[in-house]
């Protein structure tokens, strides 16, 4: 059990919509990472999140944007979204500890655009 | 930029050793990892290693770090076919990931 809760599991939707994904770490984790996983670009870091502030940037498209609420669950919105968007995403926390921080991986929103 | 390059497939035989190897770009890292994702799951946390280390073993998983050639290796001893995933190394930089692009690991009988 990774300690990350991911919903929905999978998410068929049309393009030009616009769709939401939410991530519940372990309680008390401050830390939430968001990844995209597609054939093309491989697994790719968005943005990370902590403590309800935003972190760090990574290749997020315009048309996507997140947020992190005061209980430290987080959700990551997706609009105008195109077929190109179809793609598995990833939630993360961190361990924190003696493994630093060791991310731990939800078991991701599966996103198809037709 | 940052990056991590894999080979992208192996296959081995059952009871053989696999060895999946890693170069990476950032001498920075601290730490790096190992995934293994199987197919339609998620990412699971094999193995890391903290930069300062040359070697980790831990079970049939033994992990080296060659720091001067920027080399990661990730050993399985007695590769069964339930070892049959995709592998990913990562490197930690500023916070985040950076993967790899995973290697198709196939065990036959």
């Known amino acids: 059990d990774s300690g990350v809760t991911q919903t929905p599991k999978h998410l068929i939707t049309a393009t030009g919509q616009r769709v939401t994904l939410r991530c519940s770490p372990r309680?008390?984790?401050?830390?939430v990472y968001w990844y995209q996983q597609s054939l093309d670009q491989g697994l790719q870091f968005l943005i990370q999140?902590?403590?309800?502030?935003?972190?760090a940037k990574g290749n997020i498209l315009e048309r996507f944007s997140a947020q992190q609420f005061p209980d430290l669950h987080s959700e990551l919105n997706l609009s105008s979204l195109e077929l190109g968007d179809s793609a598995l995403f990833f939630c993360?926390?961190?361990?924190?500890?003696?493994?630093?921080?060791?991310?731990?991986f939800g078991p991701g929103t599966r996103l198809t655009v037709l | 930029g940052e990056d991590v390059e894999q080979s992208l497939f192996l296959s081995v035989r059952e009871g053989d050793s696999s060895v999946i190897n890693c170069t990476y770009t950032d001498s920075s890292s601290t730490y790096l990892y190992w995934y293994k994702q199987e197919p339609g799951a998620g990412l699971q946390l094999l193995t890391y290693?903290?930069?300062?280390?040359d070697m980790k073993q831990d079970q049939r998983l033994t992990v080296l770090l060659n720091k001067k050639d920027k080399h990661l290796s990730l050993r399985i001893a007695d590769t069964q076919t339930g070892d049959s995933a995709i592998y990913f190394c990562?490197?930690?930089?500023?916070?985040?990931?950076?993967f790899g692009q995973g290697t198709e690991l196939s065990v036959k009988p």
């Open positions: 999140y902590y403590n309800g502030e935003e972190r």
């Open positions: 990562a490197e930690a930089w500023t916070g985040k990931l950076i």
């Open positions: 290693i903290f930069s300062n280390m």
């Open positions: 309680s008390g984790d401050l830390s």
């Open positions: 993360a926390r961190t361990g924190g500890g003696l493994t630093g921080d060791t991310q731990y």
